[in-house]
Structures are given as C-alpha cells and as structure tokens.
C-alpha cells in the first residue's frame, strides 16, 4: 500500500468515525499529532455542533490481532482491546483516564486532555504537588489488586517471574549488543551476566502484588485544562511487582530533571502510605525493606528500558531513544549503589562503559 493510499485510508477511516460518534456534528480539521515508541498514531479532530470541540483519535495498528500488546506480554491476544477493558475498569474505580466517545475496528475516539504533559508541567511553581497527585492516582489503581474483576483484562496478565526473564533475555541479547546497530547476541552467550541479572530477577518477583500500569511515566501523565493530572497509556497494565511503575515515574528517560532525591523520597514514602491507606500492600514503618525495593525496581527497569530502546533502534529501526541510555545507565548506577550490590554492578561496567563509573 503506497503512504497516498494509506493517508486516504486513515482520513476515511477518522471521517467514518466521526460520523457514527456524532452524527449531528461536522468534521472541521484534522491534525496528525507526533508519535512515541507505540505503533498506535494520534490525531486530533475538531468538530463543530453537537460535539465536544475537540475529540483525540487513536488510529488503532492494522494487520495485528485485536488487542496484541506491543511490550513482551503472557497473555494470548484478547478478543477486546485492552485499552478499551482497561478504560472501563479504572473509570468505575474513578481513576481519571480520558473519556471513551467511540470504539471502532480501526479507530477509537477519546477526551482531549491537552498537549501538557506532567514532564512538562514539572517547571511550574507546583511541581512537587503535581507528583504527588499523580502517586496518589498510581496508589489508587495500584490498590485495585485487592479486588480482582475478571472481566477486566488486566487481571488476566501477570507480570511474573516467566515474564520477568523474557524481559531480562532482552536485556542480555540487544542492551549489552556490540553496538547500537547490532547486531543483537544470542540471550544465552553471557551466562555470567544472565546469572547476575537472574537474582535481580528474583528480587522484583518477590515484590508484593499490585495492579500495574507498567508504563507510568511523566509522558504518560497529563495535566488537564482545569490542572488534575490524568493518566493515559495503560493498556497494557497488568498484576505485578509493587515498585515498578513509581521507579518508572521517578526515573523514566530524563525525569533527573524534574525529580531530584528530595522529591523521590517524598513519593517513595508518599506511595507506601497512600497504597496502604487504600487496602493495598502494607510497608508499614519497614523504611529499609521500602527503600530495597523502590531501588531494586528502579535497577530492573532501567536495565529493561535499556534493552528496550537498543532492541527499538536494532531491529525496529528507531534510534531516537539511544540517546536516552546514559541517563538510564546513571539511574541503574545509583540504584545498585544504594542497595550495596557491588556485584552486579561490577558485572554490568566489565561489559558496557555505559555502567562504568
């Protein structure tokens, strides 16, 4: 299919939605709007009559099964979308997620929450309260694990220790590659490596069990138009390790310019409170067992952002986010350090100047 026919697919594709949505309203203008790492695409459509002014399009990946996760995932393909699942679900528990208007096989049609993400919002006067309600919306889907729905999808997915090595397989074949142009390795051709990056391993599976968004980032936050942090991207949550999605927040790409050690500690204890003020995991006054776990997630994610952007510029042909890794290999640094574990450390810098201090 040439890029002519293919525009004209997507601008039949968002008409037809718009109309079936709101068919006492006009279609204005279309605006593609600037993609991510997914292979969902964005626009956003203004309407004129009985509609909102402004309505986002999700332009869902065609030739996939419907709902196929684009991360490494345990769950076949469900025959729902999981976005849509997901949607469902986190409005009835009065997470603030977008609004849902229409849901069609190529195209789904959403609230506008504005272009003002939560890292940019972190200039502002009030950034540390900005954080902190977005860890108070983490705690609150975090805490829905105490009540599974199994008509929910994410409750059909574990994050767990299988899930945790595939993760880590990336991490050895396409992290530690010769180069940022690969070719990736064979994931058993460093069994020192994947034995110390195993017990790592073993230490997130052993986290308490939460619902997690597993991409909870200060990209995938908003700040709405009346300044209530909204979340987004959470199709591919699923039940998994208690820390992980807030060392996502507090050191995804290049959060070190917003989040500094003051604000991180402040959201580790703030989380820990508010999930436990919700019926979720109880650290109770455990600071050291909190703190082992906070920065034994912050290493494991790291390590598999890492593995996931050389395995996007390898072998999807994206190198956009290589720049990110020395950022990402100086968070994997610190946590290691906090939590004293020389070992991988060491194994880690004897492989890639990126660890080396």
Not at 103 to 124: F, N, P, S, T
Not at 229 to 251: K, N
Not at 305 to 318: H, M, S, Y
Request: hydrophobic share 45%.
């Amino acid at each position: 299919m040439t890029a002519s026919s293919l525009a004209q697919r997507d601008s039949d594709a968002l008409a037809s939605a718009a109309r079936e949505a709101f068919p006492h309203a006009r279609l204005d203008a279309v605006e593609m709007l600037a993609g991510d790492a997914s292979a969902r695409r964005y626009a956003r459509l203004r309407m004129h009559g009985d509609a909102p002014d402004v309505v986002i399009a999700m332009l869902l990946p065609r030739d996939t099964p419907p709902g196929a996760s684009e991360e490494i995932s345990a769950l076949d393909a469900p025959t729902e979308l999981p976005f849509v699942s997901l949607q469902r679900f986190l409005a009835r528990h009065e997470v603030p997620v977008p609004a849902l208007y229409f849901i069609g096989e190529e195209v789904l049609l959403l609230e506008d929450l504005g272009d003002v993400a939560l890292a940019e919002a972190a200039a502002r006067p009030e950034r540390d309260a900005l954080f902190a309600e977005g860890v108070d919306v983490l705690a609150r889907i975090a805490s829905l694990a105490r009540d599974p729905d199994p008509s929910c999808v994410a409750f059909r997915q574990r994050y767990d220790r299988a899930l945790i090595a595939r993760e880590l397989e990336v991490v050895c074949s396409h992290g530690f590659a010769a180069s940022d142009d690969g070719p990736a390795r064979p994931a058993d051709a460093d069994p020192e490596l994947a034995a110390a990056l195993a017990k790592l391993g073993d230490r997130i599976a052993a986290q308490p069990v939460v619902l997690m968004h597993r991409d909870f980032h200060a990209w995938n936050l908003h700040v709405d138009m009346r300044g209530r942090v909204r979340v987004i991207d959470f199709q591919d949550a699923s039940l998994g390790p208690a820390l992980y999605d807030l060392a996502s927040l507090c050191t995804d790409r290049d959060s070190d310019r917003f989040v500094d050690p003051t604000l991180e500690e402040m959201l580790v204890r703030r989380f820990a409170d508010e999930l436990a003020r919700h019926g979720g995991p109880a650290y109770g006054r455990d600071a050291g067992r909190l703190h082992a776990d906070y920065f034994d997630a912050v290493a494991y994610r790291t390590l598999r952002v890492i593995g996931r952007f050389r395995f996007l510029a390898i072998e999807k042909g994206k190198p956009g986010y290589l720049r990110f890794l020395p950022r990402m290999a100086r968070q994997t640094r610190r946590a290691l350090e906090a939590n004293a574990d020389h070992a991988l450390l060491r194994t880690l810098a004897a492989r890639s100047a990126l660890f080396a201090a």
